[in-house]
């Protein structure tokens, strides 16, 4: 049955990637009976064959008018996604492993009122509600691996008014969504910054301690003061000032004891942990420019960006870039 399925949507428009913006029309809006709607066409049935043997004119009229009430059903049930537009999908990048939030953002014009209108990319669903003609979804992807991740086809469907039947139209998106490395579970310390204007920065590791915050997102589990985060009914955490340089250098070819994926993790755990600590540093990759120095959010997606995209552990990608 999976397998028929599948046949079956993969004659359906579009068949291929598509720039957006979409619009729904009659080519690309399909409409069958729900399971309800079946039971309902064989309830109808009945009806008429009783009343047509009997000659009874009340039944007859009466399945006659639920029949129109059914067929009714399907023509706003077609007008529901009749030109809607979908206009854009957009994702900010997450750490693999970590659910991707896909937007969905629709237009459509504000005189019809659309009701019951759902988005579906796998096993990921979520509501589309327009309020004056324009709403959004968004939907939960899981990532598994770093690097572009292609949603796929998106079904925007809906069952209104009735129930008895489905209309759907399938929107796919021609661009693909980021997906960051996902960085060390420990939390390695950043290499010893370099450059003339080295001065002591507070960190949350080093020899002394210099004073106790309140913990913040983000911070290492290792850090907070457990003891006296209890008498103080808070977590706190533990903040070392030691000596270090402006410009920490994230160098792949430093980390060539580790496995490749595990260089990978290990840069972008030092890179959001740079940024975290307000450090300038410098990615440098393997046969590739080095990025920065720098800091800031475009300088950490630049970063995160060229280790997401470097090749697979397969093969000679492995070997070339050492």
């Known amino acids: 049955m999976a397998g028929l399925r599948a046949r079956l949507e993969a004659l359906a428009r579009p068949r291929r990637p598509e720039s ?11 409409v069958l009976p729900t399971a309800f709607g079946a039971f309902f066409v064989a309830l109808l049935v009945v009806m008429l064959l009783g009343a047509l043997n009997y000659n009874n004119n009340p039944a007859l009229l009466l399945a006659l008018l639920l029949a129109g009430a059914g067929n009714t059903s399907l023509l706003v049930a077609h007008l529901q996604l009749s030109g809607l537009r979908i206009v854009a999908v957009e994702a900010e990048p997450v750490p693999a492993g970590t659910p991707l939030l896909l937007r ?19 096993d990921a669903q979520a509501v589309l509600s327009l309020r004056g003609g324009a709403g959004e979804a968004r939907l939960a ?25 489905r209309a759907w139209a399938y929107a796919w998106p021609a661009d693909d969504v980021l997906v960051y490395p996902r960085p060390e579970t420990d939390d390695p310390p950043l290499p010893h910054g370099h450059g003339d204007n080295a001065r002591a920065r507070l960190q949350p590791t080093g020899d002394d301690v210099h004073h106790l915050r309140a913990y913040r997102r983000g911070d290492a589990r290792r850090a907070i003061a457990w003891k006296p985060s209890a008498r103080r009914d808070t977590l706190l955490v533990r903040e070392y000032e030691q000596p270090q340089g402006a410009d920490v250098v994230l160098d792949w070819l430093a980390l060539a004891p580790l496995a490749y994926e595990d260089r990978i993790a290990r840069l972008a755990r030092w890179v959001d942990q740079a940024e975290r600590e307000g450090r300038r540093w410098r990615l ?39």
């Open 284 to 322: 440098q990759l393997a046969q590739q420019p080095a990025i920065g120095p720098g800091r800031g959010a475009a300088h950490r997606h630049a970063c995160l960006r060229a280790l997401a995209l470097l090749p697979l552990a397969t093969g000679a990608e492995h070997n070339d870039l050492g």
């Open 20 to 30: 957006f913006p979409v619009t729904f029309d009659r080519r690309r809006i399909y």
């Open 141 to 165: 992807l899981p990532t598994q691996r770093r690097g572009w991740l292609q949603p796929g086809r998106l079904r925007i469907s809906t069952t209104r008014p009735l129930g008895l039947a």
């Open 104 to 122: 969905v953002h629709a237009r459509a014009e504000p005189g019809r009122t659309r009701r019951g209108l759902r988005v579906e990319a796998g």
